[in-house]
């Protein structure tokens, strides 16, 4: 495992499997998961503390963690199998609700990474339910209106590869099977998205239903009372005013949580700010090939290209080669 992590117990060494029963094999794999939770969690809180959701933070986490090294080590290939889609699976949870967006990111890039460094071959697929793919379809559009292009790509190219296991259920199911007891469905409520229940719960569809209701009960009280004008007392079970009050309620918290800055979108604005304000340099390797843009002369936005040396040197040697081997000039066709 990677170094650092005190999950695992001693008395059971990672990865041995040699003269252990199917039992007993199986038994050591729950508790190399038990200890993966454990790695995954501290991983994606390094990556939290970091406040952005850029690819290359989380790689620089990787790297210092040592996850690369996650599925080295001494054991065959059933239980290799069986280790990893262990570990894809718990590591899949992450990308789902209820945690947050920067938790989801983390564990997109935990797939991206345990996916390609496993030994399987053929490769062990990321399962994923049919439910949870309008999760996942959502989660892209979000990152593509929030122009995070790196974790777009990490997905983009999870796709490509043909990564995703697309099925009924998350789980596989057997008949007339245990259901095996899973200790590792905990939530980290540090990981956990802040749900707004308020908006959720009371939305504008929710106070017009509440409202014909209500003057849909009052109207059948005033049939049945006595008195037409006044009405009973013992008719009185609900505030009149109960419609009117509930939504100048709801309005007052929905002021009070913008004026703290509890809404989501700027969250996502400050983070997307904070990972785009250091600019990056392109690599020594790639300078030959960028384009200098400057602004024309006439003041329009459109700008002129200004080549570069290397460009300017290919153009010269382009036209010398024209003159050395000149095209060969068209006959005219005698009749």
Not at 95 to 122: D, E, M, V
Not at 125 to 154: G, P, T
Request: glycine fraction near 4%.
């Amino acid at each position: 495992l990677p170094s650092g992590s005190t999950s695992l117990s001693s008395e059971i060494p990672p990865f041995c499997f040699e003269g252990l029963s199917v039992t007993e094999g199986i038994a050591v794999i729950m508790a190399l998961t038990a200890g993966l939770k454990t790695d995954f969690e501290n991983l994606l809180l390094r990556f939290q503390q970091t406040e952005s959701v850029r690819y290359e933070e989380f790689s620089v986490i990787w790297r210092d963690m040592k996850f690369s090294t996650i599925f080295y080590g001494k054991m065959g290939i059933t239980d290799g199998r069986k280790f990893t889609k262990e570990a894809l699976a718990l590591a899949s949870q992450y990308f789902f609700p209820p945690y947050s967006f920067q938790i989801r990111f983390g564990g997109l890039y935990l797939l991206y990474g345990l996916y390609n460094t496993q030994l399987c071959q053929p490769k062990e697929k990321i399962r994923v339910a049919l439910k949870e793919w309008d999760e996942v379809l959502s989660c892209q559009e979000e990152m593509v209106n929030a122009e995070h292009f790196d974790a777009v790509y990490v997905l983009k190219k999870l796709l490509n590869d043909r990564a995703f296991h697309f099925t009924a259920m998350p789980t596989l199911l057997v008949y007339n099977k245990k259901k095996r007891k899973a200790p590792n469905d905990t939530v980290n409520e540090g990981f956990r998205e802040k749900s707004n229940l308020v908006s959720e719960l009371i939305t504008v569809d929710v106070l017009e239903e509440l409202m014909n209701i209500h003057e849909h009960y009052q109207t059948m009280k005033r049939m049945i009372s006595a008195n037409k004008t006044q009405l009973d007392k013992a008719l009185s079970l609900i505030r009149g005013d109960f419609v009117s009050e509930l939504k100048n309620v709801t309005v007052e918290f929905q002021q009070w949580q913008m004026n703290k800055g509890f809404n989501r979108a700027q969250t996502l604005a400050d983070i997307k700010s904070k990972s785009y304000n250091s600019t990056v340099k392109a690599p020594r390797s790639r300078r030959h090939r960028q384009i200098k843009l400057e602004s024309s002369e006439s003041g329009s936005d459109w700008g002129r290209m200004k080549q570069t040396p290397r460009s300017r040197n290919s153009s010269v040697k382009e036209h010398s080669r024209k003159q050395d081997f000149p095209a060969p000039k068209k006959r005219r066709r005698q009749r």
